[in-house]
């Protein structure tokens, strides 16, 4: 019998990846396409759904190229939670003040509904509760109601589809406008079994999207992985170069994807703490321009500052708390921009930078577990752009204690490291907070750009004190969107059934566990 694949397309913040996957969870080929951001204004970020699409195409075409097409099974999506606008013709509208209709997303890291946000939150609403207490700037219901004020007419009153772009992309790809239940718990208040609270959106200001049994924003809904429509359309098989009536599984986001791809994994024989342990003892991290902190439990957990709890979000009928931090690998790139500036010259021409200033780091310590304290006079507060979980506050800004006017290579590098022990101890802080509601948490398994560099990795497990957990197959974010479409193929009943991959284990060290705790008590 031929063999059978599946494609995992993942549209992450700066690029759009595609892998062609076997059957036992394995990646054959895989490919990566730029696509653009544009920001028109301070705190607005854009993007056109239009272009993601057409790299989708290019991407699924590289990855099956040698590959005949009736042996592609299924194709998943996955995206991250930006918003998707368009009008009754499915054509885009544009969401900035510049009227460039191309320009129809907004993306997940625009905060330019932060006020918007603030008053949602002060309705004290009941679907507060499901978001931690507090209505984020990075969700969908703030985003719309900034559109309603400030582009009624350019974008509000022409729009009549507004998607998650993981949605946006099943859409794409079937023309079923059945959303995903993992980016309307998540992004948008829906509450399975009862779905939308009209008077929520009341509240609010945007009761226009009742209409039509909400048509606007999703008027059905299914578990991620489920068979959407009839397969792939004629039209988007062309686009793809695939066969029409390839099964698409309804699509999940970007970090849930990562998610679904490392939480389950086989690790028996390690000696984890969470070895016979509930997979409820085990925290998905994804870590990449942002971090996302997934836990999972089998009762609903309220985490003051922590999303959720959502039902059926990333795991079926498993209940998800999602913590995070909106700048990681972004704010790392963010901080050695504005020293290697500074600089004469890059020592590290043709060399991967995070390899180089490991390296250096390690040349600077007496010994690998010294690396640790060349930070402490050294601080950073790494909410540049504010504060996901727990604080939950946007508007919280970074901070750096203990400059002095030297610029030298010595000084880039310790300023690499203090970032770097300042997002493990705020992944820390998420775990307290989580901890105090009731999860029991005892490994992590991480995924993403950033657990590539072994320095975080090795950080964040001297920070929490947990062992650190890392795929072999180090896509999972691709893997986890394969797997919707191999669950939608039907080759599998659900997408808890393919999980045994191989792994690698960091464990932790314990030797500056006090010392970690110290900067912790301080901040």
Known sequence: MAERFYVGVDVGTASVRAALVTRDGQLRRTAEEPISIWEPQSDHYVQSST???????????????????SQVRGIGFDATCSLVVLDQSFQPVPVSQDGDSQRNVVMWMDHRAAEQAARITNTGHGVLSRVGGVMSPEMQPPKLLWLKENLKESCWNKAAHFFDLPDFLSWKATDSLTRSLCTL???????????????????????????????????????????????????????????PGIAVGASLIDAHAGGLGVIGADVTGFQLPCENQPITSRMAMICGTSSCHMAISERPLFVPGVWGPCLSAMVPDMWLNEGGQSATGRLVMSMLQHVLFCLPRAPFTGENIYSYLNSHLSLMASSDSAVDLLGSSLHVWPDFHGN????????????????????????????????????????????????????????????????????????????????????????????????LGACASQDYSNIQVERHRKYKVFLQLFSHQREYQALMNHR
């Not at 945007?206 to 397969?231: Q, Y």
């Open 185 to 243: 718990v998540c992004k948008w208040t829906y509450c399975p079994p009862e779905g939308w609270d009209a008077s929520f959106w009341t509240s609010i200001g945007l009761e226009d999207l009742l209409e039509n049994n909400f048509c606007k924003i999703g008027s059905a809904s299914c578990s991620p992985g489920s068979p959407l429509g009839d397969g792939l359309t004629q039209e988007a098989a062309a686009d793809l170069g695939l066969d």
């Open 51 to 69: 272009e993601i699409w057409d790299k989708c195409c290019k991407v699924v075409k590289k990855v099956i190229h040698g590959v005949k097409s």
């Open 388 to 483: 996901r979980s727990p604080l939950a506050d946007p508007t919280l800004k970074g901070m750096v204690v203990g400059l002095s006017l030297s610029q030298t290579l010595d000084d880039l590098a310790l300023l690499y490291l203090a970032t770097i022990q300042a997002l493990a101890l705020g992944t820390l802080h998420i775990l307290e907070a989580m901890k105090e509601a009731g999860h029991d948490i005892r490994t992590l398994f991480l995924c993403g750009g950033l657990s590539k560099n072994p320095l975080f990795v090795q950080i964040h497990a001297n920070a929490t004190g947990l062992p650190v957990v890392l795929p072999d197959q180090m896509e999972a974010v691709l893997v986890g969107a394969a797997v």
